[in-house]
């Protein structure tokens, strides 16, 4: 039972396209959505992070959307480069237990 | 800079074995956690740890146990390895509160044969 499904599992972009990122959740307890990034060889690192009281956030060129009432949120990269090739998880925690959930993680591609 | 160590990048390990993945943190922090990560599955929790000596269930705990005897160490356990626990494990740490990030450490490829 996954309780975090995320979509798609590869992505190929071209560079200077916008690569887009979907995850899904039922637990209305989830109330902290962090992405990780995880390249080749290496342990996942957080991204970026939004609380549920907000409907977007902003760090450079990656954004995270964020729709409540459908449980929904995606991650946007812009400008996507050959750099942000990796591997990326969407997770979710609830505060009352401290476990991050995390969905299946996407493959990216950024294409030169 | 937070630093998790785990112990070996690869193990090969027979059916039936005692494995033992070991995993440091240098931060001083109080919750730790292991997951292993599966293509298409994702990273799973298998165990976490809030305190010394101190363990809960993950989502997979199934075949696997835990040991955490000091705060900077936290010891993963398969006490008879099988050819699905073939895997990637990760361990990870992190600080209160609890929105505060994980650190991973970069991993062990784990094969039973």
């Known amino acids: 039972q996954q309780q975090v499904k995320q979509s798609p599992q590869s992505l190929i972009v071209q560079k200077g396209g916008i690569s887009i990122i979907n995850c899904a959740y039922e637990n209305t307890a989830f109330d902290y959505f962090p992405w990780y990034q995880q390249f080749p060889g290496k342990g996942p690192a957080l991204l970026i992070a939004?609380?549920?009281?907000?409907s977007e956030k902003k760090e450079g060129r990656f954004t995270i959307s964020f729709n409540k009432s459908a449980k929904q949120f995606s991650l946007h990269i812009m400008d996507s480069q050959p750099g942000d090739s990796a591997t990326y998880f969407c997770?979710?925690?609830?505060?009352?237990?401290?476990?991050?959930?995390f969905g299946q993680g996407t493959t990216l591609q950024v294409k030169p | 800079d937070v630093k998790v160590t785990q112990s070996s990048r690869y193990l090969v390990k027979r059916t039936g074995e005692k494995v033992f993945l070991e995993c440091v943190q240098d931060m001083d922090h109080e919750n730790m956690f292991w997951y292993r990560q599966d293509p298409g599955l994702g990273l799973r929790l298998i165990y976490f740890?809030?305190?010394?000596?101190?363990?809960e269930k993950g989502d997979i705990p199934e075949g696997y146990s835990v040991s955490r005897e000091k705060k900077e160490r936290f010891s993963l356990i398969l006490e008879s390895a099988s050819t699905n626990q073939t895997s990637m494990y990760l361990c990870?740490?992190?600080?209160?509160?609890?929105?505060?990030?994980?650190?991973f450490g970069n991993g062990t490829r784990l094969t039973v044969t």
């Open positions: 997770a979710a925690r609830a505060g009352n237990t401290g476990k991050l959930i």
């Open positions: 740890s809030y305190d010394v000596k101190m363990k």
């Open positions: 990870a740490s992190s600080s209160p509160p609890v929105y505060s990030p994980l650190h």
């Open positions: 939004i609380r549920p009281d907000v």
